[in-house]
């Protein structure tokens, strides 16, 4: 860092983050150490003198995007050799020392429990490229204060890691174990945020309600997060359904600031397929579970993610994923094709699904989801919504937007009087399977 500070003053860096939310809050978490070594942000690659990537691993596409910008990136190292580029992330974890082979132009890569190291890295950066992927049983950041983006909403990590290790998934290979934030840091920086004006936070973590600290379980969170003024809404996000506890249901349903929206990752609706992805759970178990949380928590919205084409995937099992959607009737889903990914225990299974068929059971499961969307965006027309204001809706047109309790995205006039951070009460006039469009009641 002193030597590099020799080139640059006042050097600047560039974040470029992938994938997840995870993701999107661990660049805050990297953004605070880079800020607290006198680094300063800008927003522009061509300005920075060191430009971090932080990166996903979860399909194979995530990481193609990445190796794509990289080749990109050696170009303005070519004009500027002095600028300092670094793999952050999952992928960083993932593909180690083989990255540097593929893109010897990388001056550092930097797993996600490596981040309190990176201005050291940097400045060890120099000739060979410094790595450092060592995983930290123990390491949640808790003390670094992540910088939030401005706005209404702000994610919070309450866990890091994954134990469940899904067949088919990376994310405890390259996060490592499972470990929660102490419930003080997170309340600590909730009441931080609150006190900038941020209304709603979404809890953070790949199996965020198996949270547990000492004896604080997620629902206990919740509740304490729920007691910190200002913060009107909390939203959590991914819960695995096996985790869903009685105490998180009932965090939930006698919480008023729990917002009535949750994504419950299901992945299949074929038992033999659950089974062989090891998720812990079968369709009975799932759709017991949905009937229970609908029936606690009215006016449950529910979202969830899809694998097609895992290994073994007969078309009887895709019929019973379209089944399972048909039973449920999500309000949105996430589906994606099956990718083979490397330390695995799918992986060497193989592929028995080639991509022309993945392909096409994607296309199926899309469309089936945007029509159920939108039958069941349509029937709230002519209902009244509380919409926390986000500000200008993306397409213009003199519009706000902002979300419903169920995470709708509600799009509604301006009015001089209302601004980003105030709730509003909507009417919806018309909806498709993405947006309600809204009127203003007097
Ligand atoms: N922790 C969450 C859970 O258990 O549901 C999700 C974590 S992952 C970042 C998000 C989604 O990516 C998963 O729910 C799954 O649908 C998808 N995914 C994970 N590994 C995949 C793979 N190898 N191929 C295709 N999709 C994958
Ligand atoms: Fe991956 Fe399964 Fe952990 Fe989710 S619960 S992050 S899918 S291993």
């Known amino acids: 860092m002193e030597a590099f500070a020799e080139i640059a003053p006042q050097p600047r860096v560039y974040i470029e983050t992938y994938g997840c939310q995870m993701n999107v809050a661990d660049s805050q978490t990297v953004r605070a150490v880079m800020r607290q070594a ?28 990445v190796l794509k910008r990289l080749s990109e990136l050696a170009g303005l190292k070519r004009r500027r050799p002095e600028v300092r580029l670094g793999l952050l992330g999952c992928m960083a974890q993932h593909n180690r020392a083989s ?13 996600p429990d490596s981040y309190r190291r990176l201005p050291e890295l940097i400045g060890r950066a120099g000739f060979d490229s410094a790595v450092d992927v060592a995983l930290d049983r123990a390491e949640t950041y808790a003390d670094i204060a992540p910088e939030h983006q401005e706005g209404v909403r702000a994610y919070v990590t309450a866990m890091r890691g994954c134990d469940k290790f899904c067949a088919f998934c990376v994310v405890p290979y390259v996060r490592g174990r499972e470990r929660s934030v102490p419930a003080d840091a997170v309340i600590r920086e ?44 909390i939203r959590f996000t991914s819960p695995h359904p096996g985790d869903m506890s009685e105490s998180v249901i009932e965090a939930m349903a006698t919480e008023p600031k729990v917002q009535p929206y949750l994504h419950l990752p299901v992945q299949s609706g074929s038992n033999r397929i659950l089974a062989a992805m090891d998720r812990g759970y079968t369709v009975e178990h799932y759709l017991d579970l949905v009937s229970r949380l609908r029936k606690t928590i009215p006016g449950l919205a529910l979202s969830t993610d899809i694998i097609v084409g895992f290994h073994g995937e007969e078309e009887s099992d895709f019929d019973s994923t379209l089944a399972l959607m048909k039973a449920v009737r999500y309000d949105s889903a996430f589906s994606f094709k099956y990718s083979l990914r490397a330390h695995t225990r799918a992986f060497k299974l193989g592929d028995t699904v080639n991509e022309v068929e993945k392909g096409r059971r994607i296309a199926e499961v899309i469309a089936l989801q945007e029509q159920i969307s939108a039958e069941r965006n349509r029937a709230l027309v002519g209902a009244k919504f509380e919409v926390l204001v986000e500000g200008p809706a993306r397409r213009g047109n003199g519009m706000l937007s902002g979300k419903t309790p169920q995470f709708k995205t509600a799009i509604f006039p301006v009015r001089p009087e209302i601004a980003a951070g105030d709730t509003i009460a909507v009417r919806v006039e018309s909806a498709t399977g993405h947006s309600l469009t809204c009127s203003l009641p007097l």
Not at 44 to 54: G, H, P, S, T, Y
Not at 99 to 111: N, R, S, Y
Not at 197 to 217: C, H, M, P, S, W
Request: glycine share 10%; proline share 1%; hydrophobic share 50%.
């Open 190 to 233: 909730v009441t931080a945020l609150a006190a900038r004006g941020v209304k709603e936070v979404v809890l953070l973590g790949q199996t965020v309600n198996a949270y547990r600290f000492g004896e604080i379980d997620f629902g206990g969170l919740i509740r304490m997060v729920a007691a910190v003024g200002g913060i009107e809404r």
């Open 99 to 111: 990255i540097v082979e593929k893109a010897p132009w990388l001056d550092l890569v930097a797993g």
């Open 38 to 65: 006198g680094f300063r942000s800008t927003e522009q690659a061509e300005d920075a003198d060191v430009i971090l990537l932080n990166t996903c691993a979860i399909r194979e596409h995530a990481e193609e995007r």
